[in-house]
């Protein structure tokens, strides 16, 4: 009785370990779970009917790997014991979309392409031990896969992320990781952003300056330093050899790259390196950006030639049909000024500046598709007149511009920012922008790209999918920061692409993603945002909130950033210092999350009256007297861009006793527009300084002795923003 007891048990235990494996994202529409497993050994063979064999070797690849089983390639569909791939176009099964049938005989994949066979795959990974990402087996997994049967395709079939590279460059190397990690999760495209006002990224060998020039930032350069590039050389750029390496390389993993040249604005690279493409006339009023003559002059005919000739190199370089041209955000004010554009204004009848944006789309329309491909921009593109039919819309500035653009029967990528954008804060205390408000993994999961929009039939037709986005400004640091702000979002936005809105539930999600997704993206090598806990200070007492209930939570009680040696919280701690405590959650000891501090529990900062001295210009929006009412939200901006010798003095009407004065400056929780170069010395007596130290990530704390009459900032070098940004002081008792 005992025995059969027992193996009721073990049995009743291996199903739940089978059925808690089957947590895939994208999650699948349709799911059949068996009993039982199939049990990978040095026996298992791979037969495939796709000619190329290309599936066959890419999952050949990690198998062996992790294993180190060989499986072996046979010509004859076995009887057991296989992992079978039979790719027919006569199957009825949609392109992307296949079956996935697990027995405790062997794996057959069915699929009508090479495509819907290679997300079987995918699906078929994240079945077995998350090691087989790595190849780091610990000789401890059992190499095996659940009975089920799935039927899988996807909801849209544009599933993309875009990468900005201008702003902050990757290498060749991190651009191909990015795309096997999108692969994974059966993302399609990859929308790669290779030029804006802070450096051009592809060779183009008819106008080398683009990058001999136009590449590059910092002292000497005809780009300023920016976006924490500091003051030393920065850029880089794609040679077309890495191009079509890279284009390949995504190829293999059925990911299509949309090039995008960001026109006729966000040009600053190519005015600084061929003047003559910009306006003539006033500079006026800076770019939203804070750039001047950074708009491709429309009145120029040359420019147009000069425009034919790069996107004749680069549609060589890649196969897609479709080629993005930007269109966002220009900067009229040039325009305005500009003799050339006034005279086409004026030729052409148009009343406002939209119209002369329009005409320049459509110019690029027709060299776009004289060259056999179809021309996309951003969503500004539907403003000052009508578009080819052809063009595509990525509608970014709100979910209406998307429905704008179907009524106007545009095809139409929804990627609204409040949804989309990586570069937003995902919570109030991390770094990140925070104009499209703070974007949590649950908002973008929430996305639902048709919606309850009154759309007609062949409206919801008309909107492709959903993509998600990096503008990469913030990106410079910390290491890997290009992983946390993609992961995990990236695969929230996977999941809003090709499962079914009713098969879709977050609650589900949050679970399949931190009990076992987690681990996989881990193996992957990804350097994923972990979500940190909360704690509260309550009753004397300091109480954490884990964020998912297997979650490790570290702690401090000494202001000092946790570390894999601090103790494991476990339950509410009795304090009168709660402000002093410091949490994090770990995953592996390895990756943390960002440090938060109790909640009902904040600093105290003494608040003294203060005066300002500067030679700094100021912003009238962003004035002075903001450093000196000791609200942390506000903020001083410069005028422009600060220089070597400028200095600005907090100066206190009486001496202030304070254990610590921290001098922050960037606009606050963004650490954007930070002294790039300089110190911060103190006075005691309002005349002899003492210097405190230097300016590291923009930030400076010193601790002072005695009373302290005055803190003064000194700049060795102008900052790499086209303006400055300082805070009020924070001083501690």
Known sequence: MKTKLFALCTAFAVTVSLAAQISIIPKPNKIEKGEGSFIFNKQTVIYTTEKSQQNATYLRGYLKNATGFNFESVKVSPASNFIVLDIASSYNIPAEGYSLEISTQGITIKSST????????????????????????????????????????????????????????????????????????????????????????????????????????????????SFGSGNQRYGGFYTQEQIKEIVAYAAERHIEVIPEIDLPGHSKAVTASYPNVGCDGEIGELSVQGEGQNAWCVGKEPNYKMLEDIIKEMVKLFPSKNFHIGGDEVNYAQWGTCPHCIALMEKEGMKNHEELLNYFVRRMETIVEKHGKHMSGWDEILDGG???????????????????????GQRTIMMPGEYCYFDMKQSPIERGHNWAGIVTLEKSYSLDPIGTANLTDDQAHLILGVQGALWTELLGWPPRFIDYQTYPRLAAIAEVGWTQPQYKEWNNFYKRMTRHHFERMYQMGIFFRVPPPVAKYENGAVKAELPYSWAVVRYTTDESEPTSFSPVYKGEIFTD?????????????????????????????????????????????????????????????????????????????????ASRITVETGIPNISFYGVTDGYVEFSYDGKNYIKAGYFERGVVVLQPEKPVLAVKIVITAPNDGHILSLQDLRIEL
Do not use: C
């Open 577 to 657: 210092k709660p402000h002093k405590f410091r949490f994090a959650t770990f995953f592996k000891d390895e990756l943390k999350s960002v440090t938060i501090s109790p909640e009902n529990a904040p600093y105290i900062y003494l608040k003294p009256e203060t005066r300002i001295e500067t030679s700094i210009l100021e912003n009238n929006r962003f004035p002075i007297k903001n450093l000196t009412d000791y609200k942390y939200d506000t903020y001083f901006r410069s005028a422009s861009r600060v220089k070597t010798g400028d200095y600005l003095i907090y100066q206190f009407s009486e001496a202030v006793k």
């Open 386 to 408: 009508n578009l080819n039919p052809n063009s595509r819309v990525y509608a970014w500035r709100s979910v209406a511009k998307g429905i704008e653009s179907v009524t106007k």
């Open 114 to 225: 090479g495509t819907g066979a290679f997300y079987a795959i995918q699906s078929l990974l994240q079945l077995m031990p998350p090691t087989v990402y790595s190849g780091k087996a610990t000789g401890f997994e059992k190499w095996s896969v659940p009975v089920v049967k799935i039927e899988d395709s996807p909801r849209f079939d544009y599933r993309g992320m875009m990468l900005d590279v201008s702003r902050t460059f990757f290498d060749a190397e991190t651009v191909k990781r990015y795309i096997d990690w999108m692969s994974h999760h059966k993302i399609n495209k990859f929308h790669w952003h290779l030029t804006d006002d802070n450096g051009w990224r592809v060779e183009i060998k008819k106008y080398p300056e683009l990058t001999r020039k136009g590449a590059w930032r910092g002292p000497g350069e005809v780009l300023k330093a």
